[in-house]
């Protein structure tokens, strides 16, 4: 991968992650800790999907579904930072005037939203369905959808990958967030989803795991799951609760939580010196 390109990718993740931590405060809500996980999977789809705004229903557009819904702040963060909406925007978050709720909308933010979702444990459904769809339709596009490894405790979503490898459909990715944490603890503790890929392998999938913060990483398996002819992908993407964020990481008290006026100011603080220490290294 061209190394500028890579640089500009760390970069904007930086960037958005400084809008989760403006939006959130600005709000006093949503889900900061699975918002900063799931930042280079974000851009990352941005990236590797075919995916144009202005002509949703193109046939060879390809399809998001945020499974994870309540992450959704950090999806609007990244779609600010590459221009697809306003930041202004951006900080109505929650508002009730807004169309940046604090689960995905798709009655509001279609097409950035295909579904809403934020009842866990359905957007794998709903997926499957949109690719079903394609496939019948001789469409082209491709469906990815983003889990949390604590919504993969739903069994409705082990009935979904059951269904999915089972009649090999190809265009599928499933992206889990493993950041290991969940509202009340560690995923593991609470009701562990392990062996995550020897399940899905024996359901049909094909299945690869990663750094969920490498986004060189993150662009190559999501190219490489789309361009899949033969079954569903599924990427474990290895991330960190709150990521970026130094009183954030491996830290579940801040799965639903925003930051107060000075952790707002130490946050933004970390990140400033994240993207300095970025450019120098690239220099």
């Known amino acids: 991968m061209n ?20 939006g959130g405060h600005k709000s006093g809500a949503g889900h ?27 046939e060879d557009s390809d399809w998001l579904v945020l499974s ?21 925007e951006l900080l109505t978050f ?9 689960h995905i909308d798709r009655s509001h933010f279609y097409p950035y939203a295909r579904i809403s979702t934020g009842s866990l444990g359905q957007g794998l459904s709903a997926g499957i369905g949109m690719r079903l769809s394609m496939m019948r339709k001789n469409r082209p ?4 959808v983003i889990l949390g ?13 059951m269904f999915a490898g089972f009649h090999k459909l190809r265009g599928l990715v499933a992206v889990i967030d493993d ?30 795991e990663i750094d969920g913060h490498d986004i060189q990483q993150v662009v190559s ?17 290895n991330t960190v609760k709150g990521k970026g964020i130094s009183f954030m990481e491996d830290n579940f008290l801040w799965h639903h939580r925003a930051p107060n006026d000075q952790e707002k100011e130490q946050a933004l603080e970390e990140l400033k010196q994240a993207r300095l220490e970025l450019m120098k290294g690239a220099e």
Not at 3 to 22: M, N, P
Not at 39 to 53: N, Q, T, V, Y
Not at 221 to 237: C, D, F, M, Q, S
């Open 221 to 237: 398996a999501l190219e490489t799951g789309l361009e899949n002819r033969e079954k569903p992908v599924l990427i474990v993407a």
């Open 149 to 161: 490894d604590g919504e993969c405790q739903e069994g409705m979503v082990l009935e979904a990958a």
């Open 3 to 22: 190394s500028e390109k890579v640089l500009q990718w760390k970069r904007d993740c930086i960037e958005a992650r400084e809008l989760v931590i403006r």
């Open 179 to 208: 950041n290991k944490l969940q509202l009340v603890g560690k995923t593991d503790d609470v009701l562990s989803i392990k062996p995550t890929r020897k399940v899905w392998e024996s359901f049909g999938w094909e299945t690869m």
């Open 94 to 102: 929650e508002r009730l005037d807004s169309r940046l709720q604090g």
């Open 32 to 58: 900061a800790g699975g918002s900063l996980s799931a930042i280079e999977i974000f851009r990352g789809c941005l990236a590797a999907m075919k995916f144009d705004p202005q002509k949703p229903e193109s």
């Open 68 to 88: 994870k819904g309540h992450a959704c702040l950090g999806w609007y963060a990244v779609l600010a930072q590459q221009g697809y909406i306003t930041v202004d």
């Open 141 to 144: 596009g491709r469906v990815v």
